[in-house]
């Protein structure tokens, strides 16, 4: 199967036509010519196929002869807030497999322990759109920048709210016990050196719900997926 990212496809259309950067891989690369059926996905959904009637390394045409929308679809919502780590190579592995796994939104926090202060949004969407084609999803998630820990905390977010620490004489419960069914979930994940007892405190009282995801440290990455898995492990029946 040949899948290609095409996010300004109207649901809709007809007829569509690759970039030229795509066009020269549809024809040079993969060698396809008129005739051959490919994969399109718009990241909001969208789910189609199309049977190439142009084929040049400058502009491919397709006709859309067969769609499928809310491709893939869960009844339940998940949101990872995660420190980003100082090493990238291991935050972008997350977001690879979050995606291929099912994230609906990954937000980036600027923490007080947090030594990363920068982070480059476009390659991590080029590898969260590499990581949906291959995992043949039809929905790119929300990605989100850095944003300050306690501006985040301090906005309108809906569904169940929960805050994985490590922050000793806080009681907690497993994030597995929390999920009761289907809803919006978020969860935040603090940076390799975990959050401070203030952020505990103020995530606690903006509402946010203290969980543990196992008796094992886990590394940033490791946790932000952990929380991810624990979800879909629960719901997805």
């Not at 036509?17 to 549809?26: G, I, Q, R």
Request: hydrophobic share 40%; charged share 25%; proline share 3%.
């Amino acid at each position: 199967m040949h899948l290609f990212y095409t996010p300004d496809l109207a649901p809709d259309a007809q007829e569509y036509t690759l970039s030229e950067e795509e066009s020269k891989h549809c024809s040079r690369v993969l060698r396809l010519g008129m005739g051959d059926q490919v994969t399109l996905v718009d990241g909001k959904g969208g789910f189609y196929t199309a049977e190439i009637t142009e084929a040049t390394a400058k502009k491919t045409r397709l006709q859309v002869v067969h769609r499928q929308m809310q491709f893939g679809q869960r009844p339940y919502s998940i949101h990872v807030a995660v420190a980003p780590t100082k090493n990238m190579d291991r935050m972008e592995w997350f977001v690879e497999k979050a995606v291929e796994m099912g994230i609906d939104e990954i937000t980036f926090l600027q923490c007080a322990r947090s030594e990363r202060k920068a982070l480059n949004l476009d390659r991590i969407e080029k590898i969260a759109v590499s990581a949906m084609k291959q995992s043949l999803k039809a929905y790119l998630p929300k990605l989100n920048g850095l944003i300050r820990y306690k501006e985040f905390i301090q906005n309108n977010h809906h569904g169940d709210k929960f805050i994985a620490h490590l922050v000793e004489g806080q009681e907690r419960q497993a994030l597995s016990k929390r999920i009761t069914g289907q809803g919006e979930f978020l969860v935040l994940i603090g940076p390799e050196g975990d959050f401070t007892t203030e952020e505990v405190e103020q995530a606690l009282q903006a509402g946010f719900a203290p969980v543990t995801l196992g008796s094992s440290r886990l590394r940033t990455e490791t946790a932000a997926l952990a929380a991810c898995h624990t979800i879909h492990v629960l719901l997805d029946v």
